[in-house]
């Protein structure tokens, strides 16, 4: 369905941001895309959805395919008009505006208004939260409630591709796993794919289909979730996720301040 | 008589300030959607006035079908400008932008004075000389259509921002231009059409004022200046903190005009809405209805 290859990326002229980085989402698939903090991540899919244009950044090389189209730095609208809607890093809601003027907003390409009023329903099926305070300002949502509202006003444009950007940042722990799981609802539900891009890798993989990692800007790796889980170095290095635990790192971490510094001893 | 002396000061300042609050919502939309100042909107009042007179004047158009070929001519104005000098600079800072509105100000300027002279031109009497009178008060008649006309363009653009989807376009474009971007709104079109609704509302302030006057000349661009104090009081990006601003403005410099200015011998009426202004914002620094940010606690 997407395809990236070999991507190259620019900021300001010169700093090199993505070296040349390839992947693939396919139909109706969750892929994850993971990698430490300025790795690259979020540059890709803005790469993808092309909001890079609006931050200096500029494709040198390399092709986006969607559908066998080339939208490689395509206007951000006319992206969005293809079926492809990238949810923004940090739940960027339009908080002086109501929810409904928030989904509405996410609905702006649209044409057919039937479709507009049903998706609309289904949204605040979806997340009944939302329906509570349709009439609220956006700004005074909580932070749950405003990352449901990011994601509903990206269904409303009725995408076949979500880019998602760190759905789970600054939540809390419970908060995320409803997050996944209606991120999952919506792949099985609506057929949408999706392309998710994560720092929390352990609940990302615990949903992807496939994943990538991203390091310094290139692939360092790719493969199923459970080939990445397998593997303990990928864990440790990649992913942050510690073999042993919490308990044992922090065992660890004592041990070697202990022989670091003898006087403690005493 | 002390009593209709008030109520004409009154008049006056509503008829006024309803005006400065028709080109402050110009000038709002515009800083709302691109974060710049539109210096040059006293001259896009001008040139609604001057485009306004001459087809009335030169090819005895009737003044209906002038203010409508005005109107469209100003939407045109805004969309040429903002194509040929403001999107260019798209992404550069908002002191560049903000100089270029200048530079066109004296563009703008100089033309006129090119086409139409320096010499003030009277405006045709398109509304019956003889006023009405409410109660005791004679108010001439140009000044209930002013009023009128103001309060229903500001109903139509509330309207226009609250339920249609340009207007929620340009709002959600206010609120986050990336955010924005990310739905698929065109920014470029949300600009193009701000400048647009900027130029033709100006236009008609333009036309409301020369209509008032009497006559058109280039002091009509002092307006421009003057809705600095009026947009900066109502708070920079509040439509009905402009409206506020501007009907404020409008009393509190005829109400000081009419009362102090004989008794200090003049000056007070130019001076007052600065006065004002400086007195407002050290009690509330983002104006009178501008917003402080949401922040939930």
Not at chain 1, 42 to 59: D, F, H, R, W
Not at chain 1, 238 to 251: A, C, D, M, T
Not at chain 2, 111 to 125: A, M, N
Request: charged share 15%.
């Amino acid at each position: 369905m997407l395809k990236v290859e070999n991507i190259q990326v620019v900021y300001g002229d010169s700093m090199l941001v993505l070296k040349g980085p390839s992947l693939e989402v396919p139909e109706e698939g969750i892929v994850a895309l993971l990698g430490a903090n300025g790795a690259g991540k979020s540059t890709l899919i803005k790469a993808i959805s092309g909001l890079l244009a609006s931050e200096q950044g500029k494709i040198i090389s390399g092709t986006v395919l969607f559908r066998g189209d080339n939208i490689t730095g395509m206007a951000a609208d006319d992206v969005v008009r293809r079926g492809i809607f990238h949810v923004i890093e940090g739940r960027r809601v339009f908080q002086e505006l109501t929810v409904e003027e928030n989904l509405a907003a996410g609905g702006y390409t649209r044409k057919d208004r039937a479709g507009f009023r049903s998706d609309l329903e289904f949204i605040y099926d979806f997340f009944p939260r939302l329906a509570e305070r349709r009439r609220q300002s956006a700004g005074y949502l909580s932070g749950g409630e405003q990352q449901m509202l990011a994601i509903g006003r990206g269904l409303m444009a009725r995408p076949q591709l979500l880019l998602l950007d760190e759905p789970s940042l600054g939540l809390a722990p419970l908060l995320v796993q409803e997050i996944f799981s209606l991120i999952r609802r919506i792949n099985t539900e609506r057929k949408t794919a999706i392309l998710l891009v994560e720092q929390n890798a352990a609940i990302a993989l615990s949903i992807a289909d496939h994943a990538y990692v991203l390091e310094n800007g290139a692939i360092a790796m790719s493969g199923k979730p459970e080939e990445l889980n397998a593997s303990g170095e990928v864990r440790e290095f990649y992913l942050g996720i510690s073999e042993h635990g919490e308990r044992r790192g922090y065992k660890a971490m004592k041990e070697e301040m202990r022989s670091a510094f003898p006087a403690h001893r005493a | 008589m002390d009593f209709t002396f008030l109520m004409q000061l009154l008049i006056n300042g509503l008829v006024v300030g309803s005006i400065y609050a028709l080109v402050a919502t110009g000038f709002v939309i515009i800083f709302k959607s691109s974060s710049a100042l539109n210096l040059a909107q006293g001259e896009f009042l001008m040139v609604g006035a001057y485009i306004c007179l001459y087809l009335v004047l030169q090819h005895k158009v009737p003044f209906i079908a002038a203010f409508v070929i005005t109107m469209l001519f100003s939407a045109l104005l805004g969309i040429v400008i903002e194509r040929t000098t403001l999107r260019p600079l798209l992404g550069s800072p908002v002191i560049s932008v903000i100089m270029a509105t200048l530079g066109l100000a004296s563009v703008l300027r100089a033309l006129l004075q090119i086409f139409f002279g320096v010499d003030t031109i009277p405006f045709p009497e398109i509304f019956p000389p003889e006023p009405v009178h409410i109660g005791p008060v004679p108010v001439s008649i140009g000044y209930l259509y002013s009023l009128c006309c103001v309060a229903v363009l500001l109903t139509a653009l509330t309207a226009f921002f609250k339920y249609t989807k340009s207007g929620l376009a340009m709002r959600a474009t206010a609120s986050s231009r990336q955010t924005a971007l990310s739905m698929g709104i065109s920014v470029k079109k949300v600009f193009a059409m701000s400048w647009c609704i900027a130029a033709m509302v100006s236009a008609i302030g333009g036309i409301l004022l020369g209509a008032i006057r009497g006559g058109v000349d280039m002091s009509l661009a002092n307006m421009g200046l003057k809705v600095l104090p009026v947009v900066i009081l109502g708070g920079m990006d509040s439509i009905a903190g402009a409206v506020l601003g501007g009907l404020i403005i409008g009393l509190l410099e005829n109400l000081c005009g009419g009362y102090l200015d004989p008794l200090v011998g003049g000056g007070v009426k130019e001076v007052v809405p600065y006065i004002a202004l400086v007195l407002i914002l050290m009690v509330r620094p983002s104006g009178l209805l501008g917003s402080r940010r949401i922040e939930r606690m």
